[in-house]
């Protein structure tokens, strides 16, 4: 059974940083993707960046570009969203998603979701 652990969320001020981990488990074969998401209140569930291995990742969110950062250890099986110069609007739940072969930005094509983190950004 497919797996999905994230941490280090949490409560920072604008302009803070924060690294988001999501573990994985239990997924069979090389070829997975790992994605992250996020969702705010009263808003659609959007894309930020997803990963493959070996590949170079794909960044979907312009208003986050240049802020966030995706990059995998694949030893551990984890993939991690750095964030910098976070900002208010920045505030949401954020989630990673696995899913086989291909990125998308898309969440109805993703099969497995983690249990989410909330991101709070104060001014």
């Known amino acids: 059974e497919v797996q999905l652990v994230e941490s280090g969320g949490g409560s920072v001020q604008a302009g803070g940083s924060l690294t988001l981990s999501c573990a994985a488990s239990?997924?069979?074969?090389?070829?997975?993707?790992i994605g992250w998401f996020r969702q705010a209140p009263g808003k659609e569930r959007e894309g930020i960046s997803c990963?493959?291995?070996?590949?170079?990742?794909?960044n979907y969110l312009d208003s986050v570009k240049g802020r966030f950062t995706i990059s995998t250890d694949n030893a551990r099986n984890t993939v991690y969203l750095q964030m910098n110069s976070l900002k208010p609007e920045d505030t949401a739940v954020y989630y990673c998603?696995?899913?086989?072969?291909?990125?998308?930005?898309?969440?109805?094509?993703?099969?497995?979701w983690g249990q989410g983190t909330q991101v709070t950004v104060s001014s």
């Open positions: 998603a696995l899913r086989y072969r291909v990125c998308t930005a898309l969440s109805s094509f993703w099969n497995y």
């Open positions: 239990g997924f069979t074969g090389d070829d997975l993707v």
């Open positions: 990963i493959r291995r070996g590949d170079s990742p794909s």
